[in-house]
């Protein structure tokens, strides 16, 4: 059974780089029919998709956060990551990375990890 | 790109059926049939319950049925439960590989 599990830092310092690691076990990240996603929820509020990769390293950012956002991918560690540049107050959220099913589902998010919650703050 | 508006609450007796609105644009939900649905109980991941607008993956109930007019989707749940009390979101393409949630709706089993 495929999992999901985000794992980095859970307090971040004010313009500094947030960087967060989604471990795939129980499959393949490297399978031509899934993309990779990270998406967000500040405290109270709701979700918003940061962006995905494919295995080939494509990527694909919400234009919002473009000019921030590194997505990458090891398919020798089955991992695949999240940098998040110049972070404010405002990044503080739960990141959750998910599956996409390309063929399935039609890119639906449909394996999410438990979600890991970074602070940013001084 | 916007999110799309949800209301916030919607809420109705065990055993009634609501309905929650998702409405886009014509660059999102109404150019794609694309929209996802997810439920999210409080501390918890989200959980798909609908995709490519109208259907369910295994496992969801069919009590659980989706639904699109313009550039408005909407996801009903029928015979409501108690279970059902939660938030819940939707999501569609829009366009150049983006994807867009909504505001999020909380759902009150009164």
């Known amino acids: 059974q495929l999992q999901l599990q985000e794992s980095g830092p859970g307090l971040v310092k004010p313009s500094e780089t947030l960087s967060l690691t989604c471990t795939v076990s129980?499959?393949?990240?490297?399978?031509?029919?899934?993309?990779w996603g990270w998406i967000r929820q500040p405290p109270g509020k709701g979700l918003e998709w940061i962006g995905s990769i494919y295995y080939s390293g494509s990527t694909y950012y919400n234009p919002s956060l473009k000019s921030r956002v590194t997505i990458s991918v090891d398919t020798s560690k089955n991992q695949f990551s999240l940098k998040l540049s110049s972070v404010t107050a405002a990044d503080t959220a739960v990141y959750y990375c998910?599956?996409?099913?390309?063929?399935?589902?039609?890119?639906?998010?449909?394996?999410w990890g438990q979600g890991t919650m970074v602070n940013v703050s001084s | 790109q916007s999110a799309l508006t949800q209301p916030a609450s919607v809420s109705g007796s065990p055993g009634q059926s609501i309905t929650i609105s998702c409405t886009g644009t014509?660059?999102?939900?109404?150019?794609?049939?694309?929209v996802s649905w997810y439920q999210q109980h409080p501390g918890k991941a989200p959980k798909l319950m609908i995709y490519?607008?109208?259907k369910r993956p295994s496992g969801v109930s069919n009590r659980f049925s989706g639904s699109k007019s313009g550039n408005t989707a909407s996801l009903t749940i029928s015979g409501l439960q108690a279970e059902d009390e939660a938030d819940y979101y939707c999501?569609?393409?829009?366009?150049?590989?983006?994807?867009?949630f909504g505001t999020g709706t909380k759902v009150t089993v009164l």
């Open positions: 014509s660059s999102d939900v109404g150019s794609y049939n694309l």
């Open positions: 999501c569609s393409y829009a366009g150049s590989s983006t994807k867009v």
């Open positions: 490519e607008g109208s």
């Open positions: 129980g499959g393949s990240i490297s399978s031509s029919s899934y993309y």
């Open positions: 998910a599956r996409q099913d390309k063929y399935q589902l039609l890119y639906a998010f449909d394996i």
